[in-house]
Protein backbone atom coordinates (compact mmCIF):
# COMPACT_ATOMS: atom_id res chain seq x y z
CA UNK A 1 0.00 0.00 0.00
CA UNK A 2 1.58 2.83 -0.93
CA UNK A 3 1.95 5.96 0.97
CA UNK A 4 0.28 9.59 -0.12
CA UNK A 5 2.96 12.37 0.63
CA UNK A 6 0.49 13.95 3.85
CA UNK A 7 1.09 10.01 5.38
CA UNK A 8 4.36 9.95 4.95
CA UNK A 9 4.91 13.12 5.87
CA UNK A 10 2.59 13.09 9.11
CA UNK A 11 4.47 9.21 9.49
CA UNK A 12 7.85 10.72 9.56
CA UNK A 13 6.69 13.81 11.84
CA UNK A 14 5.47 10.99 14.41
CA UNK A 15 8.72 8.57 14.07
CA UNK A 16 10.73 12.10 15.06
CA UNK A 17 8.59 12.26 18.19
CA UNK A 18 8.38 9.13 19.42
CA UNK A 19 12.09 8.09 18.98
CA UNK A 20 12.93 11.52 20.87
CA UNK A 21 10.59 10.82 23.37
CA UNK A 22 12.14 7.23 24.15
CA UNK A 23 15.93 8.58 23.56
CA UNK A 24 16.06 12.08 25.16
CA UNK A 25 12.99 13.17 27.20
CA UNK A 26 12.83 13.24 30.63
CA UNK A 27 9.83 11.59 31.62
CA UNK A 28 10.75 8.28 29.48
CA UNK A 29 14.05 8.70 31.87
CA UNK A 30 12.87 5.53 34.13
CA UNK A 31 12.53 3.27 31.25
CA UNK A 32 16.36 4.13 30.34
CA UNK A 33 17.97 4.12 33.02
CA UNK A 34 18.07 0.21 34.27
CA UNK A 35 20.45 -0.49 30.48
CA UNK A 36 23.24 2.82 31.67
CA UNK A 37 25.30 3.34 33.82
CA UNK A 38 25.97 7.02 35.40
CA UNK A 39 29.11 9.01 36.25
CA UNK A 40 29.68 11.94 37.37
CA UNK A 41 33.29 14.20 35.97
CA UNK A 42 34.07 17.33 36.73
CA UNK A 43 34.79 19.45 34.29
CA UNK A 44 37.92 22.13 33.68
CA UNK A 45 35.23 24.98 34.84
CA UNK A 46 34.42 22.77 38.04
CA UNK A 47 30.96 22.41 37.06
CA UNK A 48 29.97 18.29 37.85
CA UNK A 49 28.61 16.78 34.39
CA UNK A 50 26.74 13.40 34.43
CA UNK A 51 27.50 10.84 31.67
CA UNK A 52 25.52 8.15 30.55
CA UNK A 53 27.06 5.35 29.21
CA UNK A 54 25.47 1.68 27.83
CA UNK A 55 25.81 -0.73 30.41
CA UNK A 56 28.11 -3.92 28.95
CA UNK A 57 26.96 -7.24 27.66
CA UNK A 58 23.92 -9.13 27.26
CA UNK A 59 20.48 -7.95 26.64
CA UNK A 60 20.83 -5.04 28.54
CA UNK A 61 23.80 -3.99 27.08
CA UNK A 62 22.25 -3.89 23.35
CA UNK A 63 19.27 -1.78 24.65
CA UNK A 64 21.54 0.33 25.98
CA UNK A 65 23.18 0.62 22.79
CA UNK A 66 20.24 1.05 21.20
CA UNK A 67 19.09 3.91 23.37
CA UNK A 68 22.01 5.47 23.19
CA UNK A 69 21.91 6.13 19.41
CA UNK A 70 18.65 7.74 18.43
CA UNK A 71 19.12 7.05 14.44
CA UNK A 72 19.32 3.52 15.72
CA UNK A 73 15.99 3.89 17.78
CA UNK A 74 14.42 5.66 14.72
CA UNK A 75 14.92 2.37 12.63
CA UNK A 76 13.02 0.43 15.29
CA UNK A 77 10.34 3.12 15.91
CA UNK A 78 9.66 3.41 12.13
CA UNK A 79 9.01 -0.44 11.67
CA UNK A 80 6.93 -0.34 14.66
CA UNK A 81 4.93 2.57 13.61
CA UNK A 82 4.95 1.98 9.63
CA UNK A 83 3.69 -1.73 10.68
CA UNK A 84 1.07 -0.95 12.91
CA UNK A 85 -0.42 1.26 9.87
CA UNK A 86 0.05 -1.11 7.73
CA UNK A 87 -1.71 -3.95 9.91
CA UNK A 88 -3.57 -1.94 12.09
CA UNK A 89 -4.46 1.46 10.50
CA UNK A 90 -7.63 1.65 12.91
CA UNK A 91 -5.79 1.95 16.08
CA UNK A 92 -2.20 3.05 14.85
CA UNK A 93 -3.94 6.49 12.77
CA UNK A 94 -5.03 7.96 15.42
CA UNK A 95 -1.31 7.12 17.42
CA UNK A 96 0.25 8.25 14.81
CA UNK A 97 -1.92 11.37 14.26
CA UNK A 98 -1.50 12.52 18.09
CA UNK A 99 2.59 11.98 17.43
CA UNK A 100 2.78 13.86 14.10
CA UNK A 101 0.70 16.96 16.30
CA UNK A 102 3.13 16.59 18.77
CA UNK A 103 5.96 16.33 16.86
CA UNK A 104 5.17 19.66 14.76
CA UNK A 105 4.39 21.51 18.59
CA UNK A 106 8.03 20.20 19.47
CA UNK A 107 9.57 21.56 16.18
CA UNK A 108 7.75 24.95 16.86
CA UNK A 109 8.95 25.11 20.34
CA UNK A 110 12.44 24.21 19.72
CA UNK A 111 12.54 26.98 16.34
CA UNK A 112 10.79 30.00 19.68
CA UNK A 113 13.53 28.68 22.02
CA UNK A 114 16.21 29.44 19.07
CA UNK A 115 14.81 32.65 18.22
CA UNK A 116 14.21 33.62 21.68
CA UNK A 117 18.23 33.34 23.08
CA UNK A 118 19.72 34.76 19.32
Sequence with gaps: MPLTFVELIALGLAIFRLTHLIVFD???EFLRAPFFDESIVVEEDGEEAIYLSPKKGGLVGFIGELLSCY????IWVSCFLYGGYFFFPLYFNPLITLLAVAGIAAILEAAVQSWNTA
Design 26 to 28: KIT
Design 71 to 74: WCTG
